[in-house]
Structure formats: structure tokens, C-alpha cells
């Protein structure tokens, strides 16, 4: 499968973004999903993540109050609603699937990943 990612850009802090993982040679319905961030000089960390039946979702504890991950099988998107952004929020953001009923937290449990979006809020 392959994953597009985008939707980041450059943002006001207290603005929002919509970004958005679309997939393709296979459909998305398979599949947990996640999406990942990585900061400059940080390693890469969980954001949030939806699973396979889209009736479960996990958040990093920092951002569950401001951030929404969201699936269309349909479209075969998964979206990440991001509000009240901060400039610690400034990062590259990937989606990334695993063949599972869950999405787990560590990164070394996902088989697909793709290219990233860069995010950055400014002050």
C-alpha cells in the first residue's frame, strides 16, 4: 500500500489544519492507522491512531483535548483534525498503517509509511 500524506502548511498559533493520509493499492479498510510527528532533533512520537472497525481511537495524553483522527474507508482516507495548534506542534506528521485491529504507539509496529507533511506554527 501506498500512503500520501498531506494537508500541513504554515499556521498561526491557535489555528487549526486538517491533514490527510490517502491510500492506494490497497484500501485503507485493512488496516490501523496512525499518525506519527517527528521535530526537529526529537525522535519520532505517537499522535494518535484509529483502528481497523474505526470504533476505537487512541491519543497522545498531551494532545487527546486538541486533536481528532478520523477514517473514511469509503474514500480510503484517514484525517487528523488538529486545533488550537502550538508551536511545539511543529513538526513533519506521518501516517503510517499496520495489518492489525489496533494502532499501537511505537512505531516499529507499523509495515507502511508515507512521506510525510511538514506542520509549523508560528508564534
Known amino acids: 500500500v501506498q500512503l500520501q500524506a498531506s494537508g500541513g502548511g504554515l499556521v498561526q498559533a491557535g489555528g487549526s489544519l486538517r491533514l490527510s493520509c490517502a491510500a492506494s493499492?490497497?484500501?485503507?479498510?485493512?488496516?490501523?492507522v496512525a499518525w506519527f510527528r517527528q521535530a526537529p532533533g526529537k525522535e519520532r512520537e505517537f499522535v494518535a491512531g484509529i483502528s481497523r472497525s474505526g470504533g476505537w481511537t487512541d491519543y497522545a495524553d498531551s494532545l487527546k483535548a486538541r486533536f481528532t483522527i478520523s477514517r473514511d474507508d469509503a474514500e480510503n482516507t484517514v484525517d487528523l483534525q488538529m486545533n488550537s495548534l502550538k508551536v511545539d506542534d511543529t513538526a513533519i506528521y506521518y501516517c503510517?498503517?499496520?495489518?492489525?485491529?489496533?494502532?499501537?504507539?511505537?512505531?516499529?509496529?507499523?509495515?507502511?509509511w508515507g512521506q510525510g507533511t511538514q506542520v509549523t506554527v508560528s508564534s
Open positions: 493499492g490497497r484500501t485503507f479498510g485493512t488496516y490501523a
Open positions: 503510517a498503517v499496520r495489518g492489525g485491529l489496533h494502532a499501537y504507539r511505537q512505531a516499529r509496529d507499523y509495515d507502511y
